[in-house]
C-alpha cells in the first residue's frame, strides 16, 4: 500500500472516529447530584418530571437504588439509578439566573439559522433536545422563530418548535414559580415583537 492511500485512510478512519464520538458532556461535580423525594426534575427529551420515590431492587445478584420519577407531561414513570443520574443527564430545574439567561438567549434575534437540508437541521435539533439542557432548547426554539419570521414552516419544523417551546415552557413555568400560559404569552411576545 502507498503511503499516499495509508494517509488518506486514516484520515478517514480519523474522520469517522470523530464523528461517532458521544458529545462531551459537563465536566462532573465532586459532589454526586442527589434528589429528594417531591423534588421536581428534568429529564432529557421528557421534560419536568417529580421524584416519587427512591427504591432498591435486586438486578443481577446486586441491590441497585432508583430514582422512580413520574414525568409530568405523559405520566411515565422511569427508573434512574442513584449512581447513573449524571450520565442520563437528570437535573435540577433552572435557577433563577438560568431562567434570565434563557430569555436573554430567546430575545436575541440577530442569529443566522443554518440554510441546510431540514432533515439535517432535524438531526441536530433533536440532538439538542436530548441533551435536557434548557440552553440548547431555547437554542432550538430561538433558531425555529426566527426562521418562521423568514419563511413558512414545514410540519416537522412546526412539531419540532412545539416539542421545543413545550419542554421550555413547562420548565420555566415551575422555575419562575408561575403558570404556563403565562410563560408562553411571553415567549411569543418575543417574537412577536
Known sequence: MSIMRAQKIAVRGTAFAKSIQPKVKPAKTEKPI???VGQKVVYPAYGVGQIQSIE???IAGSSISFYMIRVLESDVTVMVP????ENV???PIATQG???EVYSMLKDKK???EQTTWNRRHREYMEKIKTGSIFEIAEVLRDLCVLRADKVLSFGEKKMLEL?????VKELAIAEVTDEPT????IETIYTT
Do not use: W
Open 82 to 85: 442513584l449512581n447513573k443520574v
Open 164 to 168: 421545543a417551546k413545550g419542554l421550555l
Open 34 to 36: 442527589t434528589f429528594e
Open 111 to 113: 442569529v443566522i439559522v
Open 183 to 186: 410563560v408562553e404569552a411571553q
Open 56 to 58: 432498591s431492587k435486586e
Open 89 to 91: 443527564g437528570v437535573r
Open 98 to 100: 438560568e431562567v434570565k
